[in-house]
């Protein structure tokens, strides 16, 4: 593996409706990190409305790099290069992030790298808060399963900053399939936490939901899913005035993490990986945390709950990566919304 340079790396995320910023230290220390969350503000519309969210970034993002910069004791000069997502995401919200991070780069003279929000993703698991003890450093090769609201995708990393992806989701994401399956069920905006919530005191095995295995591919459906509780649903609303909303919670979790775990061991094992990472929004779910630390079969890395979801400590991780080794962006970048992990 590369030997890699000592550097301290500014991020910033803004790629959907947290405006973030973090200050890490050679790729793993964090220094610092702030994440001012919009969450409230978009719970009204049951998501995210796009144009309100690139209006809270603009309020926000001087305040957040001001305070974060604090909070690590530092200044601008002594920052060793900006990183800031680049995409994918909501454009309007990726500008934002994209004019402050060239305005600071500019200003400073220092370097600008992009960042692919999925990669920064996987690179959270690299992530410590300074004054811990050091954990392990994941191992290559590595089988990463990338679950968030967007995106539910399996790849396999055989070093830094290099992947094959393996299969991705054909329809719904995981996160996505909490989230409609959560207004199913009239439970609160973001589906991840209100299901969990619910299942809490549900019965996991009343339902029998669909399960979609996809065979001879390492892709994921989750459509199927969310129509069966559906369906399961609209049964039940025939029969009965109240909906048994914590079996339903607890059987559909259930449903999504027996996929989600049990096609990452099999391609852990048919590509011969060392370990296990896991990384993405729905990472936070604790069933699923739980399932993959269960196993002892391989060494498995989840980031803590603080950096599962969207914040600007992940961007750092990668952006430190891609900086040591020389994958340096210029001023004229722009936002690739779409832009693919491989």
Known sequence: ?????????????????????????????????VVASQMEIHARYGGVFPEVASRQHVLSITPVVEQVLAQAHLTLNDIDAVAVTQGPGLAGSLVVGMNMAKGLAMGMGKPLIGVNHLEGHLYSAWVYDSGEIVPPEPQFP??????????????????????????STMDDAAGEAFDKVARLLELSYPGGPSIQKAAEEGDPNRF????????????????????SVLYQVRELQKKQTNLPVADLAASFQQAVVDVLFKKTMMAAREFGAKEILVAGGVSANRPLRQTFKAQTEFPV?????????????????AGYHRYALGHVSGLEMDVLPTWPLS
């Open 142 to 167: 590595l089988m990463a399963l990338l679950v968030s609201g967007g995106h539910t995708e399996l790849n396999l990393m055989t070093d830094h900053l290099t992947y094959q992806r393996l299969g």
């Open 1 to 33: 593996m590369t030997e890699l340079k000592p550097a301290r790396i500014l991020a910033i995320e803004t790629s959907c409706d947290e405006t973030a910023a973090a200050v890490l230290e050679n790729g793993r220390e964090l220094l610092a990190s």
């Open 208 to 227: 029998q939901f669909a399960r979609s295995w996809m065979e001879g591919t390492w892709n994921f459906s989750f459509s199927g899913l969310k129509t």
């Open 301 to 317: 890395h989840i980031p803590p709950l603080a950096l599962c979801t969207d914040n600007a400590a992940m961007i750092a991780a």
